[in-house]
């Protein structure tokens, strides 16, 4: 009897310190899946500013072209008006 109690001590012991090792390997891996996680979410910060710094950019130029098909325009009226003249 006293042989079955220690093997049965012993079994629960090796179960015990298998969960404990079992644990620590999943909150290291959770520790890396949480690293990771902070990094895409780093880089996906970065690149929507990317984004709408490149989209504030177009704007920009949309009015720049804008003014220059107006100078265009207006300086063709001019050229034309002469040619008339």
């Known amino acids: 009897m006293k042989y079955i109690n220690v093997v049965t001590i012993v079994l629960l012991l090796l179960l015990a310190s298998a969960s404990f090792m079992?644990?620590?390997k999943t909150a290291e891996s959770n520790k890396i899946?949480?690293?990771v996680a902070k990094?895409?979410?780093k880089e996906k910060s970065s690149v929507l500013q990317e984004v709408a710094l490149l989209t504030a950019e177009m704007k920009n130029l949309q009015?720049?072209?804008?003014k220059i098909l107006e100078t265009l325009n207006e300086?063709?009226?001019k050229s034309s008006k002469k040619q008339l003249q």
């Open 75 to 77: 300086i063709k009226k």
């Open 33 to 35: 899946t949480v690293d």
């Open 22 to 24: 079992i644990m620590d």
């Open 39 to 41: 990094l895409q979410s």
């Open 63 to 66: 009015k720049d072209m804008s």
